[in-house]
Every structure is written in structure tokens, then in C-alpha cells.
């Protein structure tokens, strides 16, 4: 069965940084696509960015420039660096791996909160 971990969150005042991590069990395949996702209250959960297992990635437009996927030397840790933090990225991140074909596995989130 695969996991999902994500760690990394906590409580930034604006402007500051944070760097999310997902540790995935497993092994992961070619097509498979490392996403994060994140989820304000009372608001739908929206995809943040992803990376495929051939290293392309792609960026909601709210963190382009500010954001950055990545994926660890082991290929089963995916990162996002958050920088320029605003208070309206406050809520739960989520990492998904998405297989080749197309089951998805969820973490269960990591609370980031922006605020002074």
C-alpha cells in the first residue's frame, strides 16, 4: 500500500518562507506525477503544483515565481519550497501521487499558517 507523509508546515509570518516535504513509500514509476495541493477553509481544494517523474513541473499561477517542486535525490521525496509567503496561502497542504494509471494516493496534510 502506498503512503504519503507530509511534514514541514507551521505557523510564518508574511513574507516568510517554509519548505513542505512528502515522503512517498515505495517505488514510483515512469508517468507518475508528484502533485501538491492545498485547501483553504471553506474553500474547494486546488492544485498548487506538480512534477513528473521526469523532472517537468507546472504552477498554479498563485505560486508561480514564489513556489518550487522539487523532488529528492531518492525520487520517492517531493519538496515545495514556499517563499514571498502571503496570508492567503494559509491552509492544509496536500501530497498526491498520481500513478501512470491514474490511482491516486493522498497524504494527510500539513498545516501552514501566515500570519503575524
Known amino acids: 500500500q502506498v503512503q504519503l507523509v507530509e511534514s514541514g508546515g507551521g505557523l510564518v509570518q508574511p513574507g516568510g518562507s517554509l519548505n513542505l516535504s512528502c515522503a512517498i513509500s515505495?517505488?514510483?514509476?515512469?508517468?507518475?506525477?508528484m502533485a501538491w495541493y492545498r485547501q483553504a477553509p471553506a474553500k474547494q481544494r486546488e492544485l498548487v503544483a506538480y512534477?513528473?517523474?521526469?523532472?517537468?513541473?507546472n504552477y498554479a499561477d498563485s505560486a508561480k515565481g514564489r513556489f518550487t517542486v522539487s523532488r529528492g535525490s531518492a525520487k520517492n521525496m517531493v519538496y515545495l519550497q514556499m517563499n514571498s509567503l502571503k496570508p492567503e496561502d494559509t491552509a492544509v497542504y496536500y501530497c498526491?501521487?498520481?500513478?501512470?494509471?491514474?490511482?491516486?494516493?493522498w497524504g494527510q496534510g500539513t498545516q501552514v499558517t501566515v500570519s503575524s
Open positions: 498526491k501521487l498520481r500513478r501512470a494509471w491514474g490511482d491516486d494516493y
Open positions: 515505495g517505488s514510483i514509476f515512469s508517468g507518475d506525477v
Open positions: 512534477i513528473t517523474n521526469g523532472g517537468n513541473t
